[in-house]
């Protein structure tokens, strides 16, 4: 009885565990970019009661044992980074990449993060940044005599001298990739950062070898499907209440031994 006190608790704070990250991916339905989190669960140690192929008798072993499990535990939670709806807004610098791949920015402290939110903007020195304000990594500058930005599938940058006509190249936009997408460590603003997990950055131009190509006017909106987290909630929340009644129940079995031990007193 004890023991299933202690083991009910465990699949209460696990399926806490569940419906905060359900919750977050609700609350980010409509987010730029945002991939959905995946909790993972894995049972804990058994208590073995009886061995298996213990000896029974002299010439019989028992074939199966007896095994109870102490309970459950979030073994992790993971990123699913499967292809958001793309979304078209006709803005020039609305860009989604559709297939593999992140956009690289340089954030304030130097240091490179990755990003699948392709929401860029000019900045007052016509450099091409972020919502945060993030310059885009190769940093691309638009002259202010430049109009008509073009960014071709491979993330070739043109812009048109409105005077003259002529298309001048303003550079390149790469891309990068990872062995294990799901090892980066999320920094928040569907922001990115490498790590030992995730593997070595890989870079390259969309469209060539495993990256996906670049579409202007474009952005990737968020991959969460409401109907399946509304169903993992639901889940959840009835695992929640089973396992209270557990507790419920083993405390109930519990005050009546402290019954029968009063009235044997």
Same mark, same amino acid.
């Given at each position: ?9 465990? @699949?209460? $704070? ?8 359900? %919750? ?25 009661? /009886?061995?298996?192929? !213990? ?6 072993? /028992? ?11 979030? %073994? ?9 709806? +793309? ?5 020039? *610098?609305? +860009?989604?990449?559709?297939?593999? @791949? ?27 940044? $972020? ?5 885009? &990594? ?5 002259? =202010?005599? *430049? ?17 003259? !006509? ?22 928040? /603003? ?12 890989? =870079?390259?131009?969309?469209? &060539? ?5 670049? @579409?202007? !006017? ?13 169903? $993992? ?9 089973? /396992? ?22």
């Amino acid at each position: 009885m004890i023991r299933g006190l202690y083991t009910a608790a465990t @699949g209460m $704070n696990a399926m806490q565990n569940q419906i905060d990250v359900t %919750s977050n991916n609700i609350a980010n339905v409509n987010t730029i970019a945002f991939k959905k989190d995946r909790a993972e669960f894995q049972d804990l140690m058994y208590e073995s009661m /009886n061995y298996a192929a !213990g000896q029974t008798s002299e010439i019989s072993t /028992n074939p199966t044992g007896m095994d109870v499990g102490l309970g459950v535990r979030v %073994s992790g939670i993971q990123k699913n980074f499967t292809q958001g709806d +793309l979304e078209t807004t006709n803005n020039t *610098l609305d +860009l989604a990449i559709e297939g593999n @791949g992140f956009f690289q920015v340089t954030m304030p402290d130097g240091d490179v993060a990755y990003t699948r939110g392709g929401a860029f903007k000019l900045d007052d020195e016509g450099n091409i940044v $972020n919502a945060n304000g993030y310059l885009l &990594e190769p940093q691309i500058t638009v002259p =202010e005599n *430049l109009k008509n930005i073009t960014i071709a599938e491979d993330g070739t940058v043109t812009a048109e001298d409105p005077n003259t !006509g002529d298309v001048t190249d303003l550079g390149q936009i790469t891309l990068v990739d990872f062995i294990n997408p799901a090892g980066l460590t999320p920094l928040g /603003n569907s922001l990115y950062q490498a790590n030992e997990a995730a593997g070595d950055p890989i =870079e390259g131009i969309a469209t &060539e070898e495993q990256f996906g190509s670049i @579409g202007q !006017g474009m952005i990737e909106m968020s991959n969460v499907k409401l109907v399946e987290e509304m169903v $993992n909630l639901i889940t959840a929340q009835r695992a929640y209440e089973a /396992n209270s009644k557990a507790i419920t129940t083993s405390d109930d079995m519990l005050a009546i031994v402290n019954q029968l031990k009063s009235q044997l007193v």
